[in-house]
């Protein structure tokens, strides 16, 4: 099933989009808003494999943010470590590999001997490159936090986050609005 808008509100989206002040207002506008999103709703693994990439990957970014608002990365891995698969590629696709690499690291360090899952088991066999060479990262200082999950993640969120990521959905429409035939 296609779970885009129909060409026709290719324009309403696109202001929609340009208008839109944060992560959660954009995935308002393509998925919460958009009838036929409807039966993705309760199905978040769904909604990661069934949408398109940046449709998937704004989803991805907009818990992240949600989590991270309300309690920091350890807070986020704490109730979305099923979503953190994904979480690298969509961080990447919106041009930050810097945290990705960040949240690679930060996932490993709390998850790997706690989570018996081949989801995570796969991410830290594809992201050995990232693992073996955590130096890529920026450290935080040794006391600036207690979690350390927090603290990488915070070292290395860019401080244009928000604008990255909306800047991302503007340049992907066609993720969300089917073209014109």
Same mark, same amino acid.
């Given at each position: 099933?296609?779970?885009?808008?129909?060409?026709?509100?290719?324009?309403?989206?696109?202001?929609?989009?340009?208008?839109?002040?944060?992560?959660?207002?954009?995935?308002?506008?393509?998925?919460?808003?958009?009838?036929?999103?409807? @039966? *993705?709703?309760?199905? %978040?693994?769904?909604? &990661?494999? !069934?949408?398109? /990439?940046?449709? =998937?990957?704004?989803? $991805?970014? +907009?818990?992240?943010?949600?989590?991270?608002?309300?309690?920091?990365?350890?807070?986020?891995?704490?109730?979305?470590?099923? @979503? *953190?698969?994904?979480? %690298?590629?969509?961080? &990447?696709? !919106?041009?930050? /590999?810097?945290? =990705?690499?960040?949240? $690679?690291? +930060?996932?490993?360090?709390?998850?790997?001997?706690?989570?018996?899952?081949?989801?995570?088991?796969?991410?830290?066999?594809? @992201?050995?490159?990232?693992?073996?060479?955590?130096?890529?990262?920026?450290?935080? /200082?040794?006391?600036?936090?207690?979690?350390?999950?927090?603290?990488?993640?915070?070292?290395?969120?860019?401080?244009?986050?928000?604008?990255?990521?909306?800047?991302?959905?503007?340049?992907?429409?066609?993720?969300?609005?089917?073209?014109?035939?």
């Amino acid at each position: 099933m296609d779970y885009r808008f129909p060409a026709s509100a290719r324009a309403a989206v696109a202001r929609a989009l340009a208008d839109a002040d944060d992560i959660a207002r954009a995935a308002d506008i393509v998925f919460w808003s958009n009838p036929a999103t409807e @039966e *993705l709703r309760a199905d %978040p693994v769904r909604h &990661r494999t !069934a949408l398109p /990439p940046a449709f =998937a990957n704004l989803m $991805v970014l +907009a818990a992240l943010d949600d989590h991270v608002g309300e309690g920091g990365f350890g807070h986020y891995l704490a109730r979305r470590a099923d @979503e *953190l698969p994904w979480l %690298p590629g969509a961080l &990447r696709a !919106a041009g930050m /590999p810097g945290l =990705a690499a960040a949240v $690679v690291v +930060a996932g490993y360090e709390a998850l790997a001997e706690s989570h018996d899952d081949a989801e995570l088991d796969r991410l830290w066999d594809d @992201e050995y490159a990232v693992l073996d060479n955590p130096d890529q990262i920026r450290q935080p /200082p040794d006391s600036s936090r207690k979690n350390r999950a927090d603290a990488l993640y915070d070292a290395n969120e860019p401080a244009d986050f928000q604008q990255r990521v909306l800047e991302y959905a503007r340049a992907n429409l066609d993720d969300f609005v089917r073209p014109d035939r």
